[in-house]
Protein backbone atom coordinates (compact mmCIF):
# COMPACT_ATOMS: atom_id res chain seq x y z
CA UNK A 1 0.00 0.00 0.00
CA UNK A 2 1.48 3.50 -0.98
CA UNK A 3 1.76 5.97 1.62
CA UNK A 4 -1.19 8.54 2.23
CA UNK A 5 1.53 11.48 1.82
CA UNK A 6 1.50 10.02 -2.27
CA UNK A 7 -1.94 10.60 -3.24
CA UNK A 8 -2.17 14.14 -4.21
CA UNK A 9 1.25 13.80 -6.22
CA UNK A 10 0.36 10.31 -7.83
CA UNK A 11 -3.08 11.64 -8.40
CA UNK A 12 -1.57 14.85 -10.36
CA UNK A 13 1.03 12.44 -12.11
CA UNK A 14 -2.11 10.52 -13.84
CA UNK A 15 -4.02 13.77 -14.41
CA UNK A 16 -0.78 14.96 -16.39
CA UNK A 17 -0.21 11.98 -18.56
CA UNK A 18 -3.84 11.48 -19.31
CA UNK A 19 -3.37 15.27 -20.81
CA UNK A 20 0.10 14.10 -22.55
CA UNK A 21 -1.99 10.63 -23.48
CA UNK A 22 -4.15 13.19 -25.35
CA UNK A 23 -1.30 14.05 -27.51
CA UNK A 24 0.78 10.73 -27.86
CA UNK A 25 -2.41 8.66 -29.15
CA UNK A 26 -2.09 11.70 -31.97
CA UNK A 27 1.38 11.78 -33.07
CA UNK A 28 2.56 10.34 -36.02
CA UNK A 29 6.26 9.65 -37.11
CA UNK A 30 6.65 12.81 -39.29
CA UNK A 31 5.35 15.05 -36.61
CA UNK A 32 8.38 14.26 -34.56
CA UNK A 33 11.55 15.56 -36.88
CA UNK A 34 9.06 18.59 -38.19
CA UNK A 35 10.99 21.57 -37.72
CA UNK A 36 8.48 25.20 -36.63
CA UNK A 37 11.46 27.38 -37.05
CA UNK A 38 14.89 28.52 -38.61
CA UNK A 39 16.49 28.16 -35.47
CA UNK A 40 15.62 24.34 -33.61
CA UNK A 41 17.26 21.68 -31.80
CA UNK A 42 16.48 18.51 -33.10
CA UNK A 43 17.11 14.73 -33.13
CA UNK A 44 19.99 13.69 -35.39
CA UNK A 45 20.73 10.33 -37.06
CA UNK A 46 24.02 9.23 -37.43
CA UNK A 47 25.34 6.67 -39.83
CA UNK A 48 25.48 3.66 -37.92
CA UNK A 49 21.34 4.41 -36.96
CA UNK A 50 22.13 6.15 -33.35
CA UNK A 51 20.29 9.49 -32.70
CA UNK A 52 22.21 12.48 -31.33
CA UNK A 53 20.34 15.20 -29.50
CA UNK A 54 21.58 19.16 -30.31
CA UNK A 55 23.27 20.43 -27.28
CA UNK A 56 25.06 23.21 -25.79
CA UNK A 57 26.57 23.40 -22.99
CA UNK A 58 25.65 26.93 -22.61
CA UNK A 59 22.01 28.38 -24.03
CA UNK A 60 22.09 29.74 -26.85
CA UNK A 61 20.54 33.43 -27.84
CA UNK A 62 17.91 32.64 -29.10
CA UNK A 63 16.95 29.74 -27.44
CA UNK A 64 16.30 26.88 -30.34
CA UNK A 65 13.07 25.82 -31.12
CA UNK A 66 12.45 21.99 -30.00
CA UNK A 67 11.39 19.65 -32.04
CA UNK A 68 9.04 16.97 -30.60
CA UNK A 69 11.58 14.69 -31.16
CA UNK A 70 14.30 16.85 -28.64
CA UNK A 71 11.20 17.13 -25.87
CA UNK A 72 10.62 13.10 -26.11
CA UNK A 73 14.80 12.67 -25.64
CA UNK A 74 14.84 15.44 -23.29
CA UNK A 75 11.37 13.54 -21.42
CA UNK A 76 13.66 10.20 -21.32
CA UNK A 77 16.65 11.75 -19.94
CA UNK A 78 15.37 14.08 -17.30
CA UNK A 79 13.03 11.00 -16.54
CA UNK A 80 15.09 8.12 -16.82
CA UNK A 81 18.25 9.68 -14.89
CA UNK A 82 15.18 10.50 -11.98
CA UNK A 83 14.55 7.18 -11.99
CA UNK A 84 18.16 5.98 -11.85
CA UNK A 85 18.99 8.28 -8.30
CA UNK A 86 15.55 6.89 -7.02
CA UNK A 87 16.38 3.13 -7.52
CA UNK A 88 19.99 3.55 -6.35
CA UNK A 89 21.56 3.22 -9.54
CA UNK A 90 24.30 4.97 -11.23
CA UNK A 91 22.59 7.44 -13.01
CA UNK A 92 23.44 7.44 -17.37
CA UNK A 93 25.17 10.66 -18.85
CA UNK A 94 22.92 12.29 -20.84
CA UNK A 95 24.47 11.05 -23.96
CA UNK A 96 24.32 7.70 -22.66
CA UNK A 97 20.21 8.25 -23.50
CA UNK A 98 19.18 6.78 -26.51
CA UNK A 99 16.40 7.90 -28.78
CA UNK A 100 14.74 4.71 -30.32
CA UNK A 101 13.50 7.01 -33.15
CA UNK A 102 10.21 8.48 -34.18
CA UNK A 103 8.50 4.87 -34.89
CA UNK A 104 8.98 3.72 -31.41
CA UNK A 105 9.70 7.35 -29.40
CA UNK A 106 5.35 6.91 -28.15
CA UNK A 107 5.79 3.08 -26.78
CA UNK A 108 9.40 4.44 -24.94
CA UNK A 109 7.77 6.82 -23.44
CA UNK A 110 4.65 4.66 -22.56
CA UNK A 111 7.26 2.06 -20.74
CA UNK A 112 8.89 5.61 -18.52
CA UNK A 113 5.76 6.05 -17.26
CA UNK A 114 5.38 2.32 -16.45
CA UNK A 115 9.09 2.29 -14.73
CA UNK A 116 8.26 5.46 -12.52
CA UNK A 117 4.79 3.83 -11.33
CA UNK A 118 6.71 1.37 -10.34
CA UNK A 119 8.99 3.64 -8.49
CA UNK A 120 5.79 5.33 -7.24
CA UNK A 121 4.78 1.86 -5.61
CA UNK A 122 7.57 1.14 -3.62
CA UNK A 123 7.99 4.47 -1.86
CA UNK A 124 7.36 4.67 1.64
CA UNK A 125 6.77 7.79 3.84
CA UNK A 126 10.52 7.43 4.60
CA UNK A 127 11.58 7.56 1.52
CA UNK A 128 9.18 10.50 0.69
CA UNK A 129 11.14 12.80 3.60
CA UNK A 130 14.57 11.69 2.89
CA UNK A 131 17.01 13.92 1.08
CA UNK A 132 16.47 14.22 -2.88
CA UNK A 133 19.55 12.71 -4.72
CA UNK A 134 17.95 14.68 -7.91
CA UNK A 135 17.85 17.22 -9.40
CA UNK A 136 19.33 18.85 -6.72
CA UNK A 137 22.43 19.86 -4.77
CA UNK A 138 22.73 17.43 -2.20
CA UNK A 139 22.48 19.98 1.12
CA UNK A 140 19.29 21.95 -1.03
CA UNK A 141 17.35 20.56 1.63
CA UNK A 142 14.72 19.07 -1.22
CA UNK A 143 13.21 15.81 -0.22
CA UNK A 144 12.38 13.01 -2.92
CA UNK A 145 8.85 14.58 -2.20
CA UNK A 146 10.05 17.49 -3.79
CA UNK A 147 11.37 15.44 -6.75
CA UNK A 148 7.89 13.73 -7.35
CA UNK A 149 6.74 17.38 -7.61
CA UNK A 150 9.25 18.22 -9.71
CA UNK A 151 8.54 15.18 -12.06
CA UNK A 152 4.74 16.48 -12.63
CA UNK A 153 5.40 19.92 -13.18
CA UNK A 154 8.51 18.73 -16.09
CA UNK A 155 6.13 16.34 -17.58
CA UNK A 156 3.51 18.88 -17.54
CA UNK A 157 5.63 21.38 -19.29
CA UNK A 158 7.39 19.17 -21.59
CA UNK A 159 3.77 17.52 -22.50
CA UNK A 160 2.10 21.12 -23.13
CA UNK A 161 5.13 22.14 -25.33
CA UNK A 162 4.85 18.64 -27.55
CA UNK A 163 1.12 19.30 -28.14
CA UNK A 164 1.52 22.48 -29.49
CA UNK A 165 3.88 21.74 -31.71
CA UNK A 166 1.44 18.70 -32.87
CA UNK A 167 -0.99 21.04 -32.85
CA UNK A 168 0.62 23.88 -35.05
CA UNK A 169 2.08 20.83 -37.70
CA UNK A 170 -1.14 19.75 -37.69
CA UNK A 171 -2.63 23.56 -39.59
CA UNK A 172 0.63 24.13 -41.25
CA UNK A 173 0.90 24.08 -45.04
CA UNK A 174 2.90 21.22 -45.71
Not at 12 to 20: A, R
Not at 37 to 50: K, L, V
Not at 73 to 86: A, E, M, S
Request: charged share 20%; net charge negative; with cysteine.
Amino acid sequence: MTPAALDLPRWQFDLTWSLFEYHLERLVPEDFLWEPASTCWTMRQAADGMWTADWADTEPDPVPVPTIAWLSWHIGWWWGVTTDHLQGRTPRERTEIAWPGASAAVEWLRALRGEWLTVLDHLTDADLEAPAPFPWPDDSGFTVAHTLAWVNAELMKNAAEIGQLRMLRAVSPR
